[in-house]
């Protein structure tokens, strides 16, 4: 069973959540931090906090697959999103949570130099 078929057994994906997602596309198109973050967020705050760890390799061996590892103990988790502030297009990826799913995130994201990455 693929990736996204388990995840749909599990009740984590359901359909009209994949087809009612919108591609982000300003947030692709920012060419700098805090515009890829306006596009996603808006006018609402985003504020700094201890409760998010991200996980990633200080010098990564392939620049176009670095594994990164983002988990929370925050409740009611809705979304997380990477930022990559000195690629040139810094949002990275972001993945919406399913209620009860908790706030874990693997994944691999392209990066064209060492650079903060920084997940909201």
Same mark, same amino acid.
Not at 52 to 72: C, D, M, Y
Not at 91 to 96: D, I, N
């Given at each position: #069973?693929?990736?996204? $078929?388990?995840?749909? %057994? %599990?009740?984590?994906?359901? +359909?009209?959540?994949?087809? %009612?997602?919108?591609? +982000?596309? @300003? %947030?692709?198109?920012?060419?700098?931090?805090?515009? *890829?973050? /306006? *596009?996603?967020?808006?006018?609402? &705050?985003?504020?700094?906090?201890? @409760?998010? =760890?991200?996980? $990633? +390799?200080?010098? @990564?061996?392939?620049? @176009?697959?670095? &594994?990164?590892?983002?988990?929370?103990?925050?409740s009611d988790v809705e979304s997380i999103a990477i930022v990559v502030?000195?690629?040139?297009? &810094?949002? $990275?990826?972001?993945?919406?949570? #399913? &209620?009860?799913?908790?706030?874990?995130? =693997?994944?691999?994201? /392209?990066?064209?130099?060492?650079s903060p990455v920084t997940c909201y």
């Amino acid at each position: #069973m693929g990736t996204i $078929a388990v995840a749909a %057994a %599990a009740g984590l994906l359901t +359909p009209r959540r994949l087809l %009612a997602a919108s591609w +982000p596309e @300003a %947030a692709f198109g920012a060419k700098n931090e805090s515009d *890829a973050v /306006k *596009a996603l967020f808006g006018d609402t &705050p985003v504020v700094d906090s201890d @409760a998010i =760890s991200i996980k $990633a +390799p200080l010098q @990564a061996e392939n620049g @176009a697959v670095v &594994p990164i590892k983002v988990w929370t103990s925050l409740s009611d988790v809705e979304s997380i999103a990477i930022v990559v502030d000195k690629n040139p297009a &810094p949002y $990275a990826t972001s993945v919406e949570v #399913m &209620p009860g799913a908790g706030g874990l995130y =693997s994944t691999r994201i /392209k990066m064209g130099q060492t650079s903060p990455v920084t997940c909201y």
